[in-house]
């Protein structure tokens, strides 16, 4: 096996970076501190350092993301696998010095609003390292999707509001289900677009367990349900006006037509996921605050 079918560019940093997926992080911390702003327990500051380490945390987890494949790239001789292989450690690295960053400014907003955040903080740390860190490796036992809905969604909405409202309830819970869905449809995305690749390499995600078609299914049903759970949210009292996602319904059409195209065309299904949940995001938050 060629170590050029094991695509090096996707190592480089800027692409390791993964810049499309940092909707995640904005729009989870974007979320919770509004629910704190709503609650009336906001505090600029504060809130602006959640979204600082919602984004470290968020390239820390991107840049470890491809760790595992070290072990793929070991077995083969070369400058190249050389010049890969040292990339991935430097990413890795990096990975280490962002969440530290991550953590400091985690540690700053613990003494501020006390040691439950340091909980959350604890447990969404772990949940990122073991994405696809040993012995856990999320990803390959099939759990990445999952495991992004309740560390990257519930978590991260949930402990920015605490961080920045000093408060917490189980409403915030309720409240983060439909981004945390659409968490998990953006590392689906991903999934479905390097499926043959997961495949040829043995690589268990949760797509190449459930097959593509189902994949495409469980995606597809995410992304649309985050619709009707809205309308409950608001029949329950928890939005405002949910007549704002009206601005973000046309803008999932294009990445569910992606998944009836050629297999070249899901390339584009992880940045379309990613700029439909930005306006989902923005657009919810709008329907809490007004």
Known sequence: MDALDLNPDKYRL????RPFSYSVAIVTCGLGIALAYHQGNGSLVRAVLVVLAGLCFQAATNLANDYADITLWRKHSG???EQVISQITFNFRLAGVLALLGCLIGLWLVK??????LVLGVLGVIGGYCYTGEPVNYKELGLGVPAVFLFT???MVTGACYA?????SYEEVWVSIPVSMLSSALILANEIRDYLDDVYHNIHTLTVRIGLLGAKWLYGGLLLA????SIGLYLRGSLSNPLYLLLALPF???PLKLLSGQEKALERLP???GRFFVLFGLSFILSILF
């Open 14 to 17: 800027i692409r390791a970076l």
């Open 79 to 81: 400058d190249l696998a």
């Open 112 to 117: 501020e609003v006390g040691w439950p955040l």
């Open 153 to 155: 969604g519930v978590l």
């Open 164 to 168: 920045v409202g000093g408060a917490w």
């Open 226 to 229: 985050v619709f009707p759970i």
């Open 252 to 254: 999932v059409i294009a």
């Open 271 to 273: 940045p379309l996921t």
